[in-house]
């Protein structure tokens, strides 16, 4: 079973996945900080979006664009103009609300009361800064919003030194900012997130075709590291629902997760049409148009992106994994992550603090450590031991005994099964590798 959404907060904060920012001083609302265990989860998600995005295609190649742009980006991107939300603010407890996100558009979840709302006025979601040290309209820069302008002002950068060839892609992991009217969920919808995005350039008749299988292939990624269909939806957007770069012609798919709250966005699958490309080229002036040397022809190249949120992917993944059930008259609570998810991949649990033990868990964590996240846990009971392990998802534990001194073997603990072999340390490394696929 999927895990509540108090369940889960809970256990981020007390086992250390995410803890509030700025705690000491009364936190900092819609920041979050990723502790020991988060920030391995959070890494392992991007490793693994990364991997098949870019590591494992011929046409597909990375880059880590500048958080600050020129300002002349987002005005041709549109972001300036139109990167608003409806706002309006309660006239009896001064509170604001994203208008399109209210159940009651007349009432107000804050105070109670009915038709209390200020007219809607449009809010720009960007953040604005100063470059240098003096404060003036000459040197304001924005945080971006998106990942995806960095690629669009790189295309011909990128096409030229990597020698790419249409159709091909331009892959980006990084932080985004956007000023949001209501964050809230945790860290589902966040002032500071981040994406990761694909944008794949193709010729404008291939374009469809190229949308149904990136679809696919996004749709497969989720549920190849183990995300439950029944928590998971795909659809395509209305017409209403189009963003500002699909409206010629594109269209938009969503992957959406079953969270305690309902039904909401984990990620977008948006054919871009050449929107992008051709504003930025009106824009700054420079050619971003592509020649095929094949065919003679010249044109603006039509865009794919699959764009993902790194961060509320991560916690769908938490809340997918978590499982509570009884073993022998005891609550097991376990976090059934896909190995390749889980934040520490191999426990070692000597069955004591005698030194001849120690001397042999150090001998197995040398051999382990090279190739897998691992961790040594000495304190508390073996019982208590291996429930931490299970609460935050490690897929094997090993023991360590007194036996081990005379025989040169461990005992090795499946954490879904709960089945346990007895392992060579000579061939512990093999046995592993077999079973956790890496």
């Known amino acids: 079973m999927a895990g509540d959404f108090d369940t889960i907060v809970n256990l981020a904060k007390r086992r250390g996945f995410v803890f509030q920012a700025s705690e000491i001083y009364g936190g900092l609302r819609s920041a979050y900080d990723y502790g020991p265990l988060g920030v391995e989860l959070l890494r392992n998600v991007k490793e693994q979006w990364w991997h098949s995005t870019v590591r494992m295609r ?23 103009a139109s990167f608003t939300d409806p706002l309006v603010e ?49 040197n304001v820069v924005y945080l971006r919003p998106e990942t ?47 994406q990761m995005e694909m944008e794949y350039f193709c010729h404008p008749d291939d374009a469809a075709e190229k949308f149904k299988e ?37 269209g938009t798919f969503d992957v959406e997760y079953r969270f305690p709250w309902g039904w909401d966005e984990l990620e977008g699958v948006a054919n871009r049409t050449d929107y992008d490309l051709k504003a930025h080229i009106a824009h700054s002036g420079e050619d971003l148009s592509y020649f095929d040397p094949e065919t003679n022809e010249r044109f603006i190249p039509y865009v794919i992106e699959p764009a993902a949120g790194a961060t509320r992917t991560t916690f769908a993944f938490l809340l997918d994994a978590y499982f509570e059930e009884e073993v022998n008259g005891e609550q097991r609570t376990v976090l059934k992550l896909d190995p390749r998810l889980s934040p520490i991949k191999v426990a ?23 190739r897998w996240a691992i961790e040594v846990d000495v304190t508390q009971s073996i019982g208590r031991r291996y429930r931490r392990q299970d609460e935050i998802g490690t897929p094997f534990c090993v023991t360590v005994d007194f036996d081990s001194l005379d025989d040169a073997q461990v005992t090795v603990r499946d954490r879904d099964t709960m089945a346990q072999d007895r392992i060579p340390i000579d061939n512990l490394v093999s046995y592993l590798g077999d079973r956790l696929g890496f």
């Open 148 to 194: 995806a302008q960095g690629i669009f002002t790189n295309f011909e950068n990128v096409r030229r030194t990597a020698r790419m060839k249409l159709p091909f892609g331009i892959a980006q992991i990084g932080k985004s900012f956007r000023n949001e009217i209501t964050p809230g969920q945790f860290v589902f919808r966040t002032r500071e997130f981040e």
């Open 58 to 80: 011929d046409d597909v190649v990375g880059i880590d664009s500048a958080i600050l742009q020129s300002p002349e980006v987002w005005v041709a991107s549109g972001h300036l």
């Open 348 to 370: 070692i649990l000597p069955l004591s603090k005698k030194p001849e033990l120690v001397e042999v868990t150090q001998q197995v964590a040398d051999a382990l450590r090279p």
């Open 214 to 250: 990136w679809t696919e292939i996004r749709k497969n990624w989720y549920i190849d590291l183990g995300m439950s269909m029944e928590n998971l939806r795909f659809r395509e957007h209305e017409d209403d629902e189009l963003a500002h770069y699909a409206t010629a012609g594109g």
């Open 90 to 138: 309660c006239r009896e407890c001064n509170s604001r609300h994203r208008l399109d996100k209210l159940d009651d558009p007349n009432t107000c979840p804050t105070c109670g009361n009915s038709g209390t709302f200020t007219e809607p006025r449009e809010f720009n979601l960007m953040f604005k800064t100063h470059m240098g040290p003096i404060e003036s309209e000459d």
